[in-house]
């Protein structure tokens, strides 16, 4: 079965502070893919990036910066210089040969 | 270009009562699926429709259906609402389905709180 962790429930940080948030996943399938999607409290999924199981490479988007270690099941995601309007739920999820399953979600308070 | 619009955004239900909410995915998308979002479960996946064909169905009760349009607007019902049935019901459009690369676009939700 398909199974993402995401432990961290809250976190909060002050403004311009680096932040981490960190995404476990469980699949017996060798193809798959990872998404991290950003909820704002409008309630919208807004969808950030997308890797597949096959590029490990990390990736950089500005200010967002994900971790894909396939060693350790693990596809982090790392905001640099934090901004109030970073203020989110964060989730992580992983389709393979079901629907998208999603993490819990990562609540997180940037304070001006 | 519009994105996914849900409705109604929000309403009050009691219990035994059912609802009808409504989805008119991106133009040109053709799946559409549904999910339950509460502060204990988290986000769960209810169902897939794809050219008016239910393609993949998630573990909830028989109360929760759903149908898909020729215009691939979708429609979800909940029958014999129960106070546990309160959630954001989210509903995203993609433009093919059973493709695990598929990146969902997701609407806004529409907010059900059972009385």
């Known amino acids: 079965a398909q199974k993402v962790t995401q432990a961290q429930t809250e976190i909060s940080v002050v403004e311009k502070e680096d932040v981490t948030l960190d995404c476990v996943y469980e699949?017996?399938?060798?193809?798959?893919?990872l998404f991290w999607y950003k909820q704002p409290p409008s309630g919208e999924l807004v969808f950030l990036i997308r890797r597949n199981s096959f590029d490990e490479q990390n990736e950089i988007s500005g200010r967002y910066s994900w971790n894909f270690q396939k060693s350790t099941s693990s596809f982090n995601f790392t905001i640099t210089a934090s901004q109030v309007v970073d203020s989110a739920v964060y989730f992580c999820a992983l389709s393979g040969n079901t629907p998208l399953v999603f993490g819990k979600g990562t609540r997180l308070s940037v304070i001006a | 270009k519009a994105g996914v619009t849900q409705t109604p955004r929000y309403l009050i239900k009691t219990r035994g009562q059912q609802v009808t909410l409504s989805c008119s995915p991106i133009?040109?998308?053709?799946?559409v699926s549904w999910y339950q979002q509460t502060p204990g479960q988290g986000l769960q996946f209810l169902f897939e429709y794809f050219s008016e064909t239910q393609r993949n169905k998630g573990n909830f009760p028989g109360r929760f259906s759903g149908r898909q349009f020729s215009n691939s607007r979708s429609e979800m019902n909940v029958s014999t609402l129960e106070l546990g049935d309160s959630a954001l019901y989210l509903c995203?459009?993609?433009?093919?389905?059973?493709?695990?690369?598929?990146?969902?676009?997701f609407g806004a939700g529409s907010r059900l709180t059972v009385l």
């Open positions: 995203a459009s993609s433009q093919l389905t059973g493709i695990r690369a598929n990146v969902l676009t």
């Open positions: 133009s040109g998308h053709r799946s």
């Open positions: 699949t017996r399938d060798t193809t798959y893919y």
